[in-house]
């Protein structure tokens, strides 16, 4: 019951700072607040909320939220321009959606499909899982959530190739790739390098979960993360090598085989 009032307060105090008209469904620990029809809300919490929810659960998060969960969906870029400036007077620029961890929160463009949302809700949910995640690898985990399916049974999000890749490759060829040591130790990440940053992470987690590699690395991580903040110990005890010079041929090698198999560049 406390989690159900929590949730119609925040439900209540978002609503009155978005200058649009706006619907309400809250199925705690969800508040889902949009320029749609609450019908609409509810198919997007069935269909994509709550399994991509479930198949997370099962490979990477054992603590449930406590506190709002709040997805505002908008229907078109103007609208949700117009609230990213109402909730966080926030320029948005060409980012189709983002997460506040103080509040819990994701803002979305709902109509460039469903990609944003599975990356937005891999912060949210590991913002209470694992609060502390060194943010190459939140970034690498949620950006591989957009663009991925489901598994047979349906219980695993599996990441497929996506743009992304496109960023590594073109580094790749122009010998402007890192080593994966300074993708791993860097305490945040650098601004004018994010577009390369988040492809490298993302590629890499694609890497690891190939390897069936990446819930293990995510849950061993989370058990480590007192002494190893940046999961660079972690990632050596896992893939059993001394250092991860070791891992960089056999990645790169990797990559190599993206670009086969997706006839890019």
Not at 157 to 185: F, K, M, Y
Not at 231 to 244: A, P
């Amino acid at each position: 019951m406390q989690l159900q009032t929590a949730c119609e307060l925040q439900a209540q105090a978002i609503q009155k700072r978005i200058s649009l008209p706006t619907n309400c469904l809250i199925i705690a620990p969800y508040v889902l607040i949009g320029d749609y029809e609450v019908s609409t809300l509810d198919a997007l919490y069935r269909k994509a909320i709550q399994p991509t929810e479930y198949a997370l659960n099962v490979s990477y998060f054992d603590t449930k939220p406590d506190q709002p969960v709040t997805i505002v969906a908008l229907s078109s870029q103007e609208r949700y321009q117009q609230v990213a400036r109402d909730l966080d007077q926030r320029q948005t620029g060409s980012y189709y959606g983002y997460f506040m961890a103080d509040e819990l929160r994701i803002v979305l463009n709902l109509t460039t499909g469903s990609g944003t949302l599975g990356h937005e809700l891999t912060h949210a949910l590991a913002e209470v899982d694992y609060p502390d995640m060194p943010e190459w690898f939140d970034e690498g985990l949620a950006s591989l959530h957009e663009q991925c399916e489901f598994s047979d049974q349906g219980n695993r999000l599996l990441g497929t190739t996506n743009w992304r890749v496109q960023i590594l490759l073109s580094a790749l060829e122009r010998n402007q790739l890192p080593p994966l040591n300074d993708l791993v130790v860097q305490a945040r990440i650098r601004t004018d390098r994010e577009a390369l940053t988040y492809a490298y992470a993302r590629c890499f987690c694609l890497y690891l979960q190939q390897k069936n590699l990446l819930s293990p690395f995510y849950r061993k991580l989370r058990t480590n993360q007192a002494s190893d903040p940046t999961g660079r110990l972690t990632l050596c005890q896992i893939l059993n090598v001394d250092d991860l010079s070791a891992v960089d041929a056999e990645f790169r090698e990797w990559l190599g085989s993206c670009r086969r198999n997706t006839g890019s560049l």
